[in-house]
């Protein structure tokens, strides 16, 4: 009898971690333009109440030989789903020194709906650039 009940404990323990992980949620949007590939992932951790974000914000320059690679601070606006996000840093050195920045962020923002991202990018003294993000499916 206790082998049964110690079973039965083993089973349900195994049912209720698998039921678990359906609670975790990854959510990959991505865009780009002549001068950017900007990749956005969102993993969602289901609550009782509330959806929590764990993002992660990478921005990729696909050319080289400007003055951004010498900018030391950056402004973002991550638009998704209405909600909107703003970041603004300074570095001690120049962000692109390897052509790559990742962001990480914990916003609270439902990357899943299927209205337009975009994510509006200032580097330096560089032009404002808008580049629309779309669900990698």
């Not at 039921?19 to 959510?27: A, G, I, M, Y």
């Not at 990357?111 to 990018?121: D, H, V, Y």
Request: glycine residues 6%; proline residues 1%; contains cysteine.
């Amino acid at each position: 009898m206790k082998r049964l009940g110690l079973a039965l404990i083993f089973v349900v323990s195994i049912l209720s971690s698998c039921s678990n992980q359906d609670k975790t949620e990854k959510v990959i949007l991505t865009g780009e333009n002549d001068n950017w590939n900007v990749k956005y992932t969102a993993l969602y951790i289901h609550g009782e109440k509330t959806l929590t974000g764990k993002d992660i914000l990478q921005i990729e320059y696909k050319k080289s030989g400007m003055d951004l690679f010498n900018a030391h601070t950056y402004q973002l606006t991550l638009n998704i789903a209405g909600n909107t996000t703003q970041l603004k840093d300074t570095m001690s050195q120049p962000i692109f020194d390897t052509k790559k920045i990742e962001i990480r962020t914990n916003s609270i923002r439902d990357a899943r709906s299927n209205e337009t991202a975009k994510i509006s990018l200032v580097l330096g003294d560089n032009k404002e650039e808008t580049i629309i993000l779309k669900s990698k499916k």
